[in-house]
């Protein structure tokens, strides 16, 4: 999902950043960014190690204890 949010910040800052008039001319500016974007291949780095990250949201993803492995014949 991050990385859904931070394409889309993009190409608002790169290509929505001014009135275009009609459905057909928006989907050919996205397309036409679309295109150029995936040409000059774009990527994210991550700042983030997982450890980092869960000790941040340690709220919010809170650690689960390891399941039980099921008896057998279960």
């Known amino acids: 999902l991050n990385m859904v949010e931070i394409e889309i910040g993009v190409l608002k800052g790169q290509c ?13 500016e996205i397309a ?3 295109r150029e974007r995936n040409a000059g291949g774009a990527h994210i780095t991550w700042m983030f190690t ?6 941040k949201m340690s709220r919010a993803y809170p650690k689960l204890a390891p399941l039980e492995p099921l008896a057998k014949g279960s």
């Open 50 to 55: 997982t450890e980092k990250a869960r000790a």
């Open 16 to 28: 929505l950043d001014r009135r275009i008039d009609t459905r057909e001319g928006l989907e050919r």
């Open 32 to 34: 036409a960014w679309e």
